[in-house]
């Protein structure tokens, strides 16, 4: 399960690859503990995400939700709320990308103020159109809220897996790393914002991200 460590200003929350980091309801739930830890805190604080191996996050735990299709709109309403949760946050918020970030997972990372991805390993995907998936509301106004319109058209609409590179060349990530460095360098960027947390840039995120969170928040039709 996914584990929350402190280094001073900035919490690290390692997640936990042996189910390639899918949203499972259980990891749901180990993340959501997380994120009330932070939340709880006081003081200085920012928010790191880092995987292991070869994932980041995949996303959708499909198989469990085609084993539990009943669920369906109850478990796109809580990955909805974890990505208004971390988009609406008021702690700084940066997701050291490790390895692989598709789908759900990606938008997630998109989610978070900034990203730091892996220079010679991992793709940033968004697979959907080659799955046949149309992306829910809330998702596609995300990606349009987060990428540029150039990006989010290319991605959404090709599939195009972005190395490390290309994905800073495409705006998608605010700078790469060798795998030694990768979480120094995010916490690095994180550190120096911290004392950013307070009520008032989370009320500044609500207004900016309005539309997006609304869609966000919007119930899944059953």
């Not at 280094?7 to 980091?21: C, I, M, R, S, Y």
């Not at 702690?91 to 390895?99: E, I, M, Q, R, Y």
């Not at 460095?181 to 120096?192: G, M, N, T, W």
Request: proline letters at 5%.
């Amino acid at each position: 399960m996914p584990k929350l460590e402190r280094d001073g200003e900035v919490f690290v929350l390692h997640l936990d690859a042996d189910n390639e980091n899918r949203f499972h309801p259980d990891w749901l739930t180990a993340v959501e503990a997380a994120l009330d830890e932070v939340d709880a805190a006081t003081g200085p604080r920012a928010l790191v995400t880092v995987g292991s191996g070869k994932f980041w996050s995949n996303g959708l735990d499909l198989d469990w939700l085609l084993a539990n299709g009943d669920q369906y709109a109850a478990y796109l309403d809580r990955v909805h709320a974890l990505l208004a949760r971390t988009l609406a946050s008021p702690v700084v918020t940066v997701a050291a990308l490790n390895g692989h970030t598709f789908a759900a997972g990606a938008m997630w990372a998109l989610a978070h103020d900034a990203r730091v991805m892996r220079s010679d390993r991992g793709f940033f995907c968004l697979p959907e159109v080659d799955l046949g998936l149309p992306f829910q509301q809330g998702m596609s106004d995300l990606l349009r809220a987060r990428l540029t319109p150039a990006t989010a058209h290319e991605a959404m609409t090709t599939g195009r897996r972005y190395g490390g590179e290309q994905a800073l060349a495409a705006g998608i990530v605010e700078s790469v790393a060798g795998a030694d460095e990768l979480l120094a360098a995010a916490v690095d960027l994180a550190r120096p914002l911290a004392g950013k947390a307070n009520p008032a840039r989370g009320q500044i995120k609500e207004m900016l991200y309005a539309q997006t969170l609304a869609s966000l928040r919007t119930p899944t039709a059953g």
